[in-house]
């Protein structure tokens, strides 16, 4: 269910209910190369969020968010079109909403991106949380690690940003894609042996990426390698897997 299209009496109730889950789901607005629009993850995340809720056995039970647009994208800052918030006013915004959700009486709590650069960001706050509610669910995912597993070798390497994942995706949402315009870019190897910007190589040192340092185009990746089906595919497991979690977290 969404969450603002319920009354206050609907919300009332639900925040009495020890199964009821609040998704809290973090987007960008952030280049996609030449090929993807700049809410690219935005547009992914809430509809894999579609596709998993009704995938789940309880969704009456579950309350989700809409999509914060505006995330933590200063490495994507170079590129016209990118709108960044600061990540201590990304983390302010967050624990400022999720203060009053807890406060309210929601028990559970689920923060989710698609964007790997807010990992970090959900870690902390995430644990300010917990500090202030330590009887309350707190949980916080980014869903290509958590999926990462299962897909891996499905999806062409390097897979990083604007690549053969993301294209994919989009192209079996239907999504504006400008695919004669998508080309394999992007420096992977930053240091051998240490740092790779491929999430299918692991990297034992991190770094602040600057994307324009490694890609004239914004991308990282071989978006040339997408399809429709591949996409298909994709999203099928990721929200199988995602639903899964879900219908356990709901009932703890």
Wanted: a neutral charge; aromatic letters at 10%.
């Amino acid at each position: 269910m969404q969450y603002y299209l319920q009354t206050w009496p609907e919300l009332d109730e639900s925040r009495r209910n020890n199964k009821t889950l609040v998704i809290f789901p973090l987007g960008t607005i952030e280049q996609h190369g030449h090929h993807l629009p700049l809410g690219t993850d935005t547009i992914i995340l809430d509809s894999i969020l579609q596709i998993t809720t009704q995938k789940c056995k309880q969704n009456q039970n579950i309350l989700t968010l809409p999509v914060l647009p505006y995330g933590f994208s200063h490495h994507h800052i170079a590129f016209p079109g990118t709108l960044s918030l600061s990540a201590d006013i990304l983390e302010k915004v967050l624990i400022t909403l999720c203060w009053q959700l807890l406060s309210q009486g929601f028990k559970k709590l689920l923060l989710i991106s698609w964007h790997g650069g807010h990992t970090s960001i959900m870690h902390n706050v995430s644990y300010e949380l917990k500090k202030a509610f330590p009887e309350k669910h707190i949980f916080y995912l980014s869903i290509i690690d958590f999926a990462f597993d299962k897909i891996k070798n499905i999806i062409a390497e390097p897979v990083y940003h604007a690549d053969d994942l993301e294209t994919s995706i989009m192209l079996a949402l239907g999504q504006r894609v400008l695919l004669n315009k998508a080309s394999k870019d992007g420096i992977v190897e930053v240091l051998n042996g240490y740092i790779y910007l491929d999430f299918k190589k692991f990297s034992k040192v991190k770094i602040p990426v600057n994307v324009a340092e490694f890609s004239k185009s914004g991308v990282i990746g071989d978006p040339t390698s997408s399809s429709t089906d591949k996409g298909k595919v994709l999203l099928e497991i990721i929200s199988e897997e995602l639903a899964k979690f879900i219908d356990k977290v709901i009932e703890i």
